[in-house]
């Protein structure tokens, strides 16, 4: 089983296989919905903690390319006084983005950068996933009731786990 941080360094290679696992995984069985119900929370959990130790990873990634960019720029300033010639802030900003580590640095940010926005539209569809669950749910049961169908003891597990839900989204 891979860790958070090997799964992260894949999806922050392949954005097209993050986008493949996540579709696969919010993929629906329309015959089980009661059972894609209650596993909702847990598939969201997953790609939540991937998000969340993503924007760790961001905020590293920020803070060392904001260190690189400032040793870059005041490499490209001492530069100036040496030549004896004076530098213009424009001519010193070209110097210090030519040099690799500022490169390197500010591709790791960014890259960091686009696997968290990419993260936040999967849990975004989650979200969706899960409303547009529920409301097929409730569309079902309805039509089950119409019908006449006897309540069983899976629905109330289920009622009692739509309550649970619905209490956590009052606080």
């Known amino acids: 089983m891979a860790t958070i941080s090997q799964i992260l360094e894949e999806y922050s290679e392949d954005h097209e296989k993050l986008f493949r696992d996540a579709k696969e995984q919010e993929a629906i069985n329309k015959d089980t919905i009661e059972m894609e119900l209650l596993s909702q929370h847990d598939l969201y959990l997953d790609w939540a903690a991937l998000s969340a130790v993503a924007e760790s990873v961001l905020e590293d990634k920020k803070a060392e390319f904001d260190k690189v960019s400032a040793s870059c720029f005041h490499a490209a300033r001492l530069s100036q006084t040496t030549d004896k010639k004076k530098l213009t802030e424009k001519a010193i900003e070209e110097h210090a983005k030519l040099q690799s580590a500022y490169q390197e640095a500010q591709r790791d940010y960014l890259k960091a950068k686009n696997l968290v926005t990419s993260l936040k539209k999967v849990e975004q569809s989650l979200v969706q996933r899960s409303s547009m669950l529920q409301s097929v749910n409730a569309r079902q049961t309805r039509e089950?009731?119409?019908?006449?169908?006897?309540?069983?003891?899976?629905?109330?597990?289920?009622?009692?786990?739509k309550a649970m839900k619905a209490g956590q989204n009052d606080e």
Do not use: E
């Open 144 to 161: 089950l009731n119409a019908a006449g169908r006897q309540r069983s003891y899976d629905d109330s597990v289920f009622d009692s786990y």
